[in-house]
């Protein structure tokens, strides 16, 4: 109906319950002179008055009160958190809440000390914000170091967009270091796009979180959207920064694998705490097992086979006896040459109960040392004890570094590391920046074309000349130290380009 249709009716309306009959009322009148007639007030029906009323307030709505019923009740903004819990709220133009929404199971036991996200409905967009980075913190989402939130806002006018991606990254900090909690804060914007929120609408995942796995796919194509979607934000941007190699076995499968380990699997007195590790040199999950009589337990859960590289076998029956007691021959004499890569298969060493064996304590001294087996050109291990405790005692060297290593046979705990530089021999080859380049950008799954603000640089550090190659893509800020002779990745970083 238009405006001039409405108009229309609504003069009608009022002539019918108004009349405009002035001189025939005149003419029925006789002239009295000196009596006055009193005329009460005529005052219309309350139901007509009311109808009256609504009809020019679609008046109002179909002219300028449209334009306030927009500002205030149309969408102009998405706003997703992600950690594990997904929730997305719609805010207009004036920053108010219109409608909050858990995306997953987990989101909604966070919301529903909100009323399920309703008691945010008008609240100011940051003070709703407060609130769930305060609920995911008491409900442990975000109390590991390694732990991140993802803070990502849909809008296709990109100002505002980065407007509100700052105050909301400043709003959520401020609470994170008020609550002491020490995880850190990621956070992206997105033009509007049918595409990616359908994505998003299938997989009951934000639209932020469906790029993330975008990204991911774009990396590996081998990759399933589905599978990447039951990730945390936290091992999704562990796996876009290392290129996506593969996929993830999940927090959940390590977990599992840690507690069928340790022989407690489903035994409800464990609690666990699972912390993804993926941009590791050894990729892994650190699974940490608490058991209220025998105390804590940690285990490196590989991050793609599920193996477990460090952590004591069996608690339950190795609690019965002393910890790696017994009367059991050595893992095996002093040996030399390239180690093999860590194992759990049936050539493993195991000394007593409680032994991690030879191979685990090796993978153990790597990872902390930083290095991966196939970079070790000398090694020896002995099995020792010290005190009552079997310990693994393991020198290797890395190029012109030397390492010594201690390590405890029953936890896979480091007890001591050393390391000496010895000095690098002088590099007879280089590579050439190109190549260097080349091997980046292979590294990060991503091509030159895609790239902008190349950087390719030769340096020398204790010796060894190394091209440091800085380039960004993808909305990603990238840096690697590439070995000029033989063109090994030294070091890799990778963060959002803010």
């Not at 009349?19 to 000196?34: F, K, M, N, T, W």
């Not at 679609?58 to 927009?70: N, S």
């Not at 299938?202 to 991911?216: C, D, F, M, P, R």
């Amino acid at each position: 109906m238009t405006d001039q249709e409405l108009e229309r009716r609504l003069e009608q309306a009022l002539s019918r319950c108004a009349p405009d009959d002035l001189e025939g009322v005149l003419s029925r009148c006789q002239a009295r002179a000196d009596h006055v007639v009193p005329i009460a007030a005529y005052r219309r029906p309350k139901r007509i008055r009311n109808w009256i009323a609504a009809c020019l307030a679609l008046v109002l709505v179909g002219g300028g009160g449209g334009m306030f019923y927009q500002q205030a009740y149309a969408v102009t903004s998405v706003v997703s958190l992600d950690v594990n819990p997904s929730i997305e709220l719609k805010v207009n133009r004036q920053e108010k809440v219109l409608s909050c929404a858990a995306l997953n199971e987990e989101a909604a036991a966070i919301l529903s000390e909100m009323g399920g996200g309703a008691d945010l409905k008008g609240t100011k967009l940051d003070v709703a914000v407060n609130a769930i980075v305060g609920a995911l913190v008491r409900h442990g989402y975000l109390s590991s170091i390694s732990s991140a939130i993802l803070i990502s806002v849909e809008d296709n006018d990109q100002n505002r967009a980065a407007k509100l991606q700052q105050e909301l990254t400043a709003t959520v900090d401020a609470v994170l270091q008020d609550q002491s909690a020490g995880a850190s804060v990621l956070s992206q914007t997105l033009p509007q796009d049918a595409s990616l929120e359908e994505l998003a609408k299938e997989y009951n995942i934000s639209t932020g979180k469906a790029s993330l796995v975008k990204q991911a796919i774009s990396l590996n194509s081998s990759l399933d959207f589905e599978a990447l979607a039951q990730l945390s934000v936290e091992e999704l941007t562990d796996l876009v920064e290392t290129g996506a190699p593969g996929m993830p076995i999940g927090l959940s499968a390590a977990q599992q694998a840690a507690e069928e380990y340790a022989g407690v699997w489903g035994k409800e007195s464990v609690s666990a705490e699972v912390d993804p590790e993926l941009d590791e040199r050894i990729a892994h999950y650190e699974v940490e097992l608490y058991h209220p009589t025998l105390g804590e337990f940690e285990y490196m859960v590989d991050a793609y086979t599920g193996e477990i590289l460090i952590g004591q076998a069996n608690i339950l029956q190795s609690s019965l006896t002393e910890s790696g007691g017994g009367n059991t021959s050595s893992s095996g004499n002093s040996s030399s040459g390239n180690p093999s890569s860590p194992s759990t298969s049936g050539s493993t060493q195991i000394g007593s109960a409680g032994d991690i064996g030879s191979d685990k304590a090796k993978a153990a001294a790597f990872q902390h040392a930083g290095v991966s087996a196939s970079e070790v050109t000398q090694l020896k291990l002995e099995r020792d004890e010290d005190d009552g405790r079997i310990e693994y005692e393991i020198e290797f060297w890395v190029g012109g570094t030397e390492y010594d290593c201690v390590v405890d046979a029953a936890s896979g705990s480091i007890l001591k590391m050393e390391r000496e530089d010895h000095g690098i021999p002088e590099q007879t080859g280089d590579i050439g920046s190109e190549e260097a380049k080349t091997v980046a950008l292979n590294h990060a799954g991503v091509s030159e074309s895609e790239t902008t603000k190349m950087k390719v640089e030769l340096d020398e550090d204790d010796g060894r000349l190394q091209y440091e190659v800085e380039f960004k893509a993808g909305g990603m800020e990238y840096e690697y130290t590439i070995d000029a002779s033989s063109g090994a990745v030294l070091e890799h970083e990778s963060d959002w380009d803010d």
